[in-house]
C-alpha cells in the first residue's frame, strides 16, 4: 500500500515530511529526478516527457498513486498527463488544488461555480515556468472570482538553497519580494508555489510583513492526501516498503537530502 512522491530533486522531500507526520503507517516511495533538475528553467513538453517517465517508475514500485510535489511539473505537465496519458486504474495528483482549496475556503469535491472569497490580492511566488504556465490562474479561476494574482519568478532561488548558500537564497528572495511589491504593493495572502520555498519561509513572511498571510504547501498537500485516501482506499497500490530513489548520484544526493532535512536519508539509484 505505498504512494509515490515526484519531484524534480530534493525539494519534495518537505511535502514527504509533512505526509510522513501526518501518515506515519504508510510507506512512501521518492523519486527525485536529479540527473535533471532544475526542471524550473524547462519547456513544457521537456517537463511533461521527463514528468511521465518518473511516474511510470514510480508506478513499477507498486505505488498506483503519485503525487507530484514539484510546482512546475504540477503547472506544466500534469493537466496535459490526466488527459491523454493516465490509465483509468492509476492516479497523478499535483499539489495546486489543496493550495487553491485553502485560499478559497473550499472543501474537496465541491465543484460549485466560482464564488468571491475573502482574499483578493493574491502574491504568487514560484519558478519561471511554473509561472509562464498559469496553471495557478486557471485553476483559482474555477474555484473564485475577483481575485488579482500577481506571479513574481524567483529565478536563482532554487539553485542557492541547492548550493546550500543561505545568504544569497536570502537576498534573492528579498529582492523577488521587492519585485512583486512594486507591482502589488499590499498583498493579502501570498502562495509560495515552489517545494524548496518552505525553506525560506521566515524570510518571505518578514520582506512581506506580517499583515500578509503565507501559504506553504506540504501540511495542505499532506492533509488533502489523507482525505484522498479516506475516500479512496483502492487507490493504494501494493507496494510494501519506503525507499528513496534517485535518477542523479545516490551518494552526492543522500548527503545534499540529508543537509536539506537534517537527518539522515539514504537514496536508491532509480
Ligand atoms: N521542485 C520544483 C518546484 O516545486 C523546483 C525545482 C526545479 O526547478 O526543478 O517547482
Not at 153 to 174: M, N, S, W, Y
Not at 175 to 188: C, D, F, G, N, T
Not at 201 to 215: I, S
Request: net charge negative; proline share 6%.
Amino acid at each position: 500500500m505505498a504512494v509515490g512522491v515526484f519531484d524534480s530533486g530534493i525539494g519534495g522531500l518537505t511535502v514527504l515530511d509533512a505526509v510522513t507526520r501526518r501518515l506515519p503507517d504508510l510507506p512512501l516511495v521518492y523519486l527525485g529526478d536529479n540527473a535533471h533538475a532544475p526542471y524550473g528553467v524547462r519547456t513544457h513538453d521537456d517537463i511533461f516527457n521527463l514528468t511521465c517517465a518518473a511516474v511510470e517508475r514510480l508506478w513499477a514500485e507498486g505505488c498506483d498513486l503519485v503525487i507530484l510535489a514539484c510546482n512546475t511539473a504540477s503547472a506544466a505537465a500534469l493537466k496535459r498527463m490526466q488527459e491523454t496519458w493516465v490509465p483509468k486504474d492509476k492516479r497523478v495528483l499535483g499539489v495546486f488544488v489543496p493550495m487553491i482549496e485553502a485560499l478559497t475556503e473550499r472543501q474537496w469535491g465541491d465543484n460549485s461555480p466560482p464564488r468571491e472569497v475573502a482574499v483578493r490580492h493574491v502574491a504568487l511566488f514560484a519558478t519561471p515556468a511554473t509561472v509562464a504556465s498559469r496553471a495557478f490562474q486557471r485553476e483559482l479561476a474555477f474555484r473564485a472570482i475577483g481575485v488579482d494574482v500577481e506571479a513574481q519568478p524567483c529565478g536563482g532561488v532554487v539553485d542557492a538553497i541547492e548550493q546550500g548558500d543561505e545568504i544569497l537564497a536570502e537576498a534573492l528572495v528579498r529582492s523577488h519580494v521587492e519585485a512583486l511589491k512594486r507591482r502589488m504593493p499590499h498583498p493579502q495572502a501570498a502562495v509560495l508555489g515552489c517545494t524548496h520555498y518552505p525553506l525560506m519561509e521566515a524570510t518571505f513572511q518578514e520582506a512581506l510583513g506580517p499583515d500578509v498571510k503565507v501559504f506553504s504547501q506540504a501540511n495542505l498537500v499532506a492533509e488533502s492526501l489523507a482525505d484522498y485516501l479516506v475516500r479512496r482506499p483502492e487507490m493504494l497500490g501494493s507496494g510494501t516498503e519506503s525507499k528513496f530513489l534517485t535518477t542523479g548520484d545516490p551518494k552526492a544526493v543522500s548527503s545534499k537530502a540529508t543537509q536539506f532535512l537534517r537527518r539522515r536519508i539514504t537514496f536508491e539509484p532509480a
